[in-house]
């Protein structure tokens, strides 16, 4: 689809143009929509290269004016400084919203059932604080194919609403009944939820990968994020933080 509308686009057909989430679009794509915007008219580009989740060839648009902005105003404080800890963005960010909130709690799992129980526990702790069931989001770090929460019908008491890996007649995705929902961070991306568990944490060392993908995940929340972790994951974000 994308190479057909590359190719058959209509050049000069619009007056303004604004492209979001920029970091994701291949240069390609960038191109076909400069064509389609007229000699007179504007073109505005949004993007973050902490948020670059696929890989994609960087592009640059001469001549245009570049406006750079740091600031945050979705997610608490205490979230915005723990993301700086650990040198998630690129570069530092500045916590513009009006609330404290808490520091991310850490929940360090060992194996397929602690994972369950430790996403669990996590979710309870937002439910405690005054966090709706229905403003939760558990958010997987693994792809749809590998991930253990985004197969699960139960995640403790909860059962689980998740994509079921099918699409309707009309093409709409088809989803599980529950009232737990339960996603991975790539298909969540540009939406946020009062409280957010970011799940399946796996890795050995906090590569740039992890780094775009944690920020990603940890800036959907407006109000809490807890962060269930595996034991080496963990052991590389405590040396981070210190």
């Not at 648009?61 to 723990?82: G, L, M, T, W, Y």
């Not at 109000?223 to 963990?234: F, T």
Request: hydrophobic share 40%; net charge negative; aromatic share 8%.
């Amino acid at each position: 689809m994308a190479e057909a509308y590359c190719l058959e686009h209509v050049s000069d057909e619009y007056d303004l143009i604004v492209i979001d989430e920029g970091q994701d679009f291949d240069p390609r794509w960038v191109g076909a929509m400069l064509d389609q915007c007229n000699p007179e008219g504007r073109l505005y580009l949004f993007e973050d290269e902490s948020q670059r989740l696929y890989d994609r060839d960087t592009f640059d648009i001469s001549e245009a004016v570049e406006i750079a902005c740091d600031d945050n105003f979705r997610s608490p404080k205490q979230v915005c400084a723990v993301i700086n800890a650990l040198g998630l963005a690129s570069q530092p960010i500045r916590s513009r919203g009006p609330y404290e909130g808490d520091v991310p709690g850490f929940h360090v799992y060992a194996g397929e059932r602690d994972l369950l129980r430790k996403t669990a526990t996590a979710v309870e702790s937002l439910v405690e604080r005054g966090i709706s069931l229905a403003d939760v989001v558990v958010l997987s770090m693994r792809g749809l194919a590998a991930s253990v929460l985004m197969k699960a019908d139960r995640i403790g008491p909860y059962c689980t609403r998740r994509f079921a890996g099918t699409y309707s007649s009309d093409g709409e995705p088809v989803w599980t009944e529950g009232e737990l929902l339960v996603d991975t961070v790539h298909r969540f991306k540009g939406q946020s939820a009062n409280g957010v568990v970011l799940s399946e944490l796996e890795f050995e060392s906090l590569g740039e990968r992890e780094r775009r993908r944690l920020f990603v995940g940890m800036t959907r929340a407006r109000l809490a994020v807890e962060l269930v972790i595996g034991e080496k994951a963990d052991s590389a974000l405590r040396d981070l933080i210190g």
